[in-house]
């Protein structure tokens, strides 16, 4: 077939092939960072909510680690953190920042961590980095829970993400066939063992409509230690980094 080319009229936008190659890929460079970046601009934002001369609880993952080299680059003068992990502990350590007890310092004013998913009302899942159990205690202890994420956290229903469930070793095989009476296809995470000494299921092919009640009916199954739904105590701001910056949910 021949093609014919046809003279544009006045205010007509012509668009030629090696053009509009061109500028696409022009305009996607410079809205293209990768997700560490995205990260990054989440961890950054959440310093704002720091308040100088306070203890801090700090979850785990790897936006959390941006987080901690962020704290600690910016030298603000905080008194020290609570961990929720080994992990988060030996980096806090290698930036010189205490690390307390939560039984010593009682309630806390902030607590920053990450999250595996996240829908528009701030209920999330955690766990992928198997400290599910603790995070969950320090953000119940908290007054203030800042999640950072980057943007492909955000769905509409959470589900997607395989849910972790912590569990008592003993109790894996029944623990499954509890969750698969519930719809999902649990999946036992090997050669992973979390800070506690207890293993982890992963729960496939959830659509989870009912956070809270989910939430309740797993942690009420014999063998659980918790589960990675934070939905009675969520998130209070959410922070998602995106090519353009970051945007809060709150």
Known sequence: MLMKTVPAKAGTVVSGPRKIGIS??????RLTINADQKKQ??????LKYVDEDTIIGIGTGSTVNL?????????LRIRGAVSSSDSSTARLKSHNIEVFDLNATGDLDLYVDG?????RH?????GGGAALTREKIVAAA???????????KLVDVLGRFPLPVEVIPMARSYVARQLVLLGGHPVWRE?????????????????????????????????VVTVGLFAKRKADVLILGTPTGVKTLK
């Open 67 to 75: 987080f901690i080299d962020a704290l600690a680059a910016r030298k």
């Open 122 to 126: 701030l209920r999330l899942i955690k």
């Open 191 to 223: 050669g992973t063992i979390t800070d506690n000494g207890n293993l982890i299921l992963d729960v496939h092919n959830l659509h989870i409509v009912d956070p809270v009640g989910l939430e309740t009916t797993i942690n009420q199954i014999a063998g």
């Open 142 to 152: 908290s007054r203030r829970f800042v999640c950072i994420a980057d943007e492909s």
């Open 41 to 46: 601009l989440a961890a950054e934002a959440a």
């Open 24 to 29: 696409a890929r022009t305009s996607a460079s």
């Open 115 to 119: 999250a595996d998913e996240s829908d």
